[in-house]
């Protein structure tokens, strides 16, 4: 019995011991293992980095998980009644649903060129003529090689954009906003700015959006006559007080006429409202003008309206995109992250009265015509209702 109970102590002492070297051992064994797991880590993080001991899909394989990705990406798509994903896109010779919006620097069009990118699908020709710097386009000598641009970029065809290409090498801006090319862009660089892999992977996408702040209006009707495009326009205005505001804290804007002089930014302003009356009649279901601070103050049922115009779904990812734009500030000065509903008047406490009555002096037409009123006094202004309804004739 005795014997039996010394056995039994010993075990026990020895599994004591067992267990106690056991977790001795455990921290020195699990820092050796982690550590060479991390160094494993940093090894292939370089590898990545540096040259690829992975090797890179081959661009049709890019291409073909780009197709199965977008796929996916529209199961819950509505599309219009008996048509489906290959009737828009153009690599299965169907029809893309083009937008473009029209506009000039600093008047909202991050804000809305995101909202129509939020729909998934969508890809989005940001800025095509960034390469023509701070310069409005009005006609001569820029005009006919924008359009060329513009024209081949809605066609997906990239072999003739040579400039905006080496643009862009330079100034990736040109491709970060369209985001679904983008991250492609981030894992294949080597294929981002070849304009093979540009017009294959742009006909995939069955949404093209663009937008532009360089264009005048009248010109963007050589877009709306052309019947293989058949695009949309949507023109976006703003109040010109609240635009030079947002501008003077640009430092690409001052001593760039087109940008920081009222007088140019108001008579553009005027040339396109009488444009848009033209266009309003020539294209009445192809062509529409949207104010910036009507946007912002209603922006679920003006972007609900604007999607029914362009044909595209109000799809839960625009909703969700709204839900996280619309309501709290936070972000840097670019950021589309504000409450949207005082976004466009900050102009009023912004800018000194003596700033505000230069503006209205030289923008009386502009304001009249688009329908933003004229302050009274500089203790009115705090307060006043700058808008009022307007009527495109
Ligand atoms: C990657 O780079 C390392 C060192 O720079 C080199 O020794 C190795 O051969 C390269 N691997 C490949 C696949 O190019
Ligand atoms: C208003 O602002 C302008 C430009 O910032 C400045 O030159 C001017 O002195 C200001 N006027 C008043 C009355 O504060
Ligand atoms: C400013 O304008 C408002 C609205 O017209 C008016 O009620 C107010 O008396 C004016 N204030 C001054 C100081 O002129």
Known sequence: ???????FGITIVASICLLLIGFSQKDPTNYQRSHRFQQLLELEGSFRYKNYTVPIPSMNNVISLQKN???????????????NLEDFTLSTGGKPIRTIIITTWRSGSTFLGDILNSVPGNYYHYEPLLEYEIVRIRGYPYAERALRTLKNLLHCDYKKLRSYLRYGRSHVYLFTHNTRLWDQCEQFPSYCWNPNFLSQFCKLFPFQSMKSVRLSLDLAENLLEDSSLNVKVILLIRD???????????????GNPDCDQPLNLCSDMVSDYLAAGKLKKKYSDRFRALRYEDLSLNPYEIVQELFSFLGLHFHNSVKQFLNSHTRVNIGGVSSTFRDSKSAPFHWK????????????????????LWGYVRSKNATDVKEFNSLTKYDIA
């Open 69 to 83: 990705q977008i796929y996916r990406e529209l199961s819950e798509y509505e599309f219009p009644e008996g048509y």
């Open 1 to 7: 019995m005795v014997r039996r109970n010394e056995i």
């Open 349 to 368: 406490t912004d800018l000194n009265y003596t700033e505000i009555q230069a503006i209205e002096e030289v923008c009386e037409d502009a304001m009249k």
């Open 240 to 254: 010109p007080r609240g635009t030079l505001q947002s501008r003077k804290h640009r430092d690409w804007c001052p």
